[in-house]
């Protein structure tokens, strides 16, 4: 077949390529208790306004500010206490010239009121309440819509649904909401040489280690990712689970054969399942041997079977498209720049993806890189948490430089 796609493609192009024509799968409603994680398919407009009425926030009497107006410790001013009011009730009458009403917090403050005065500033019998210094109109009055006002939009859509906007949402009367679906992957491993965690190692074989990282990785953004399972290095065999995977996926992902070996089948696999081929390998390091293809709707990433290759391509080149599938509206992580307080040695001609950690050193974000870190290693991923974008074109990184790094707490 003449090949007709981009090859060693720059990493910004290659994210690019992946995320063009990126669209969220559908919609579905969930109950407030699922929505951790979710993101949102409609823009939420406070119905009501938070407080629903105008609140005391503190235990104490809620008066007339002008009634007290001329207090003072040698005049103080005595006040008749009309009634108790606490919360979820409401005051019987308005509060007139020379009353109070004993109020508690979170209760609503009466007509007539416009000022609460805390208990401990204040002495008082059952019926009266004196005062010994004025206070201003307003004071300790949580006044209706102060939180959230009635017509705002509190939260958007594409946003992903924290806590504490899922605290928003109960309070604004929202027992279910609209969310994206989420979008299913299935993630193929290829190789000969693989057994499945729980494999006997036998001579030449390894674990397939790298099908439970991005599952793990995937699901942390949000994904439904299942594990196919282990393909051999055989064209048919891996077209036909492409095949499959492709009927009720989203997105399909492998592992490994991606090179330019004997046994590297997936770019042809990919190709014969139907797949159009958006590019293959990029001059990154490590995450060179990529292959990004779309079928339809159905994004296609073939990953290198080398764990800390698969991870560097899955943040760099398809995290972003993932998020946007999942229809986030920031699906750009964002960076921070970091220090490096040892320097890297090696030069960086295609860009460089370093796992490394964030350490405050005299107050400045440093990135700490793993003493052992070689391509193919994933230790140094397990204690990641920035993940640095070295440019391209750069030579060995002296003590001191500033780095891009995406951070992820
Ligand atoms: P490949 O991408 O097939 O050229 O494989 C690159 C390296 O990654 C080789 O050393 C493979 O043995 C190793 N490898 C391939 N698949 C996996 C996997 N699923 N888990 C861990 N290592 C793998
Ligand atoms: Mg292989």
């Known amino acids: 077949m ?40 409609e823009d939420i407009q406070a119905r009501e306004n938070i407080p629903p009425f105008d609140r005391s926030p503190l235990d104490g009497y809620a008066l007339r500010s002008s009634d007290i107006a001329g207090a003072s410790r040698e005049e103080p001013v005595t006040l008749s206490v009309m009634e108790e009011v606490p919360a979820g009730a409401v005051a019987q009458k308005p509060v007139e010239a020379g009353e109070a009403v004993r109020i508690m917090t979170g209760a609503p403050v009466p007509a007539g009121a416009d000022a ?28 209706a ?45 290829t190789g000969d040489e693989l057994v499945d965690v729980s494999g006997e190692l036998t001579p030449g074989k390894i674990r397939n280690s ?16 299942r594990i196919y399972g282990i393909v051999k290095d055989e064209k048919q065999e891996i077209r036909r689970a492409i095949e499959e995977c492709m009927e009720d996926a989203d997105c399909v992902f492998t592992t490994g054969g991606v090179s330019v070996g004997d046994f590297d089948f997936v770019l042809p696999s990919m190709e014969e399942a139907g797949a159009e081929i958006l590019f293959w390998k990029t001059q990154m390091k490590p995450g060179m041997a990529t292959i990004g293809a779309r ?10 079977g080398n764990p800390s290759a698969a991870a560097a391509a899955l943040f760099v080149l ?11 509206r920031e699906w750009e992580l964002p960076m921070i720049q970091v220090m490096l307080p040892e320097g890297y040695g090696k030069a960086s001609p295609g860009g460089r993806i ?35 974008v070295v440019p391209r074109g750069s030579g060995a990184l002296e003590k001191g430089t500033m780095v891009h790094a995406y951070y992820l707490p």
């Open 2 to 41: 003449a090949q007709n796609y981009p090859v060693q493609v720059e990493m910004e192009q290659g994210k690019e390529l992946f995320l063009s024509g990126v669209n969220p799968v559908g919609t579905e409603k969930v109950c407030l208790e699922e929505a951790l994680g979710r993101v949102l398919a």
């Open 116 to 143: 609460v005065v805390r208990y401990e500033d204040t002495t008082f019998t059952e019926e009266t309440v004196t005062l010994s210094w004025p206070v201003v109109s307003g004071s300790n009055i949580v006044l």
């Open 145 to 189: 819509g102060e939180d959230v006002r009635a017509g705002d939009v509190v939260v958007e859509k594409g946003d992903e649904l924290n806590a504490a906007r899922i605290g928003v949402l109960a309070a604004l009367g929202y027992p279910e909401v609209l969310v994206y679906k989420r979008p299913l992957v299935r993630i193929i491993s």
């Open 210 to 225: 790298s099908a439970y990282m991005i599952r793990a990785f995937l699901q942390s953004w949000g994904l439904d990712a």
């Open 295 to 304: 079928k339809g709707r159905i994004l296609l990433a073939g990953l290198s």
């Open 318 to 328: 398809c995290l972003p498209a993932l998020r946007k599938l999942c229809g986030r």
């Open 354 to 388: 370093l796992p490394g950690r964030l350490r405050i050193q005299d107050g400045k974000p440093c990135f700490i890189t793993q003493k052992h870190q070689a391509n193919g290693m994933i230790s140094p991923w397990s204690s990641c948490n920035l993940v640095a």
